[in-house]
Nanobody
Framework: QVQLVESGGGLVQPGGSLRLSCAAS????????MGWYRQAPGKQRDLVAH???????NYADSVKGRFTIPRDNAKNTVYLQMNSLKPEDTAVYYC????????WGSGYWGQGTQVTVSS
C-alpha cells in the first residue's frame, strides 16, 4: 500500500511559477514510476508529466519546456516544477504512483491539489 500526499498548490498570476510536491509513504518508492495528472472542471483527467523509476521523463505537449518532474528517492518525493504558468494550466493536480510493470495511471492516487492561474 502506498499513500500519496500532494502539496504546493495555490493561486498564481500568469507567467508565475509553482512547485508541487508529492510525498509517498513506504520504503519501495524508488521502485515505482510516478506521474502528475490534472483535471479541469468538466474535463477528463490528463497526463501532465511522468518519470520512470530510472529517471526517464515524458511530458504533455502543452507543458514541454515549462514543467519538469524531478524525483528525490531519498525523500520519497516527486515534484512538479511549473514555470511560465498560463490560465489554461488551472486545474486540480493529482499525483500517481504505479509499479514499473503496470500501466501509467494505474496504482495509487493522491487527493489532489488545486492550482489556479489568474490575474
Amino acid at each position: 500500500q502506498v499513500q500519496l500526499v500532494e502539496s504546493g498548490g495555490g493561486l498564481v498570476q500568469p507567467g508565475g511559477s509553482l512547485r508541487l510536491s508529492c510525498a509517498a509513504s513506504g520504503s519501495i518508492f524508488s521502485t515505482y514510476a510516478m506521474g502528475w495528472y490534472r483535471q479541469a472542471p468538466g474535463k477528463q483527467r490528463d497526463l501532465v508529466a511522468h518519470i520512470s523509476r530510472v529517471g526517464t521523463t515524458n511530458y504533455a505537449d502543452s507543458v514541454k519546456g515549462r514543467f519538469t518532474i524531478p524525483r528525490d528517492n531519498a525523500k520519497n518525493t516527486v515534484y512538479l516544477q511549473m514555470n511560465s504558468l498560463k490560465p489554461e494550466d488551472t486545474a486540480v493536480y493529482y499525483c500517481n504512483a504505479h509499479p514499473s510493470n503496470m500501466d501509467w495511471g494505474s496504482g495509487y492516487w493522491g487527493q489532489g491539489t488545486q492550482v489556479t492561474v489568474s490575474s
